[in-house]
């Protein structure tokens, strides 16, 4: 798997700079006792991640003209749900992780209450950006991204499919299971990166199918490659452990498969998100880049 293409390597620098600045700006550290909890929301917000899902966000919003200082708001509301996830899947309870985008986890650089308590205030965070009116002026727009986020990241989106993935070490899943599990755990968030767009552009609910399409292969074209990162990639790159899901027995697209099922897999279902996009002109072409560069990252 190679690094991204020389296409997308200046989207993705732009939106890591612009969600590091905002993040920068807006978690200013207190002169006050509330200071390390501050401190630990930078450690696991600025700098470090692929950024991917912010870039989702803007990529959808530009098809539909939304512009680009309102589409950010709403990218960097979906990178503090992803970033609180990750301090919490890091944390002793989960996954017990040292290591997280090249630096110590949150809980290492920290303390574990601290963690929890960065986590919690992220996840807030991105729910007081996107009720504001900076966000968008219709108060049922925001109410939509609210409810979309909601599903996205809780018991019927990424909460849930961590909570099957907690139990996946005494349970065998199947092909079927690991699929739902990913879906959940994975997905629900990339869906809602393309649903963002659609709410933001006032988007008729029939007319968002191929984004639909597109986002739910592509999610799954991202596990699998992440899978398959697992078994061969680099702790260097990677920034953190790799062959976890091996060492526990947990079962995997590539367990499941085979590598090279997997990555023929995983070519299909990028090709097959790319088709949903047919309809749509240059503007899409953002995103049928991310969608190459799922299955080509080395990390």
Partial sequence: MAAPS??????????????????????????????PLFKAMRHAAIGGGK?????????????????????????????CIHVYSLIHDD?????????????????????????????????????????????????????????????????MGMAGGQMMDLVAEHT???LGG??????????ALIGFCLEAGAIMGDVPEAERTPLRGYARDLGLAFQIADDLLDVEGSEEKA???????????????VSLLG???????ARMLIDQAIEHLAHFDHRADLLRAIARFAVERDR
């Fill in 178 to 187: 690991v699929t739902r599990l990913q879906q959940l755990k994975t997905g």
């Fill in 91 to 155: 944390l002793p309870c989960m996954d017990d992780d040292d290591m997280r985008r090249g630096k110590p986890t949150v809980h290492k650089a920290f303390d574990e209450a601290t963690a929890v308590l960065a986590g919690d205030s992220l996840h807030d965070f991105a729910y007081d950006l996107l009720s504001h009116e900076d966000t968008h002026l219709d108060p049922f727009v925001r109410i939509d991204l609210i409810r979309a986020l909601t599903a996205a990241s809780g018991a």
């Fill in 259 to 265: 590598i090279e099922r997997a990555r023929t897999q």
């Fill in 51 to 79: 950024r991917m899902r912010p870039l989702l966000v803007v990529a959808s919003c530009d098809l539909f003209d939304v512009p680009r200082e309102r589409a950010l708001r709403v990218a960097l509301a979906i990178e």
């Fill in 239 to 253: 920034g953190k452990a790799l062959r976890k899901d091996e060492d526990a027995g947990k079962a995997t697209f």
């Fill in 6 to 35: 020389k296409s997308l390597r200046p989207a993705l620098d732009a939106i890591g700079k612009a969600i590091d600045q905002r993040f920068d700006r807006l978690l200013t550290v207190p002169e006050d006792t509330r200071a």
């Fill in 172 to 174: 065998a899943y199947d």
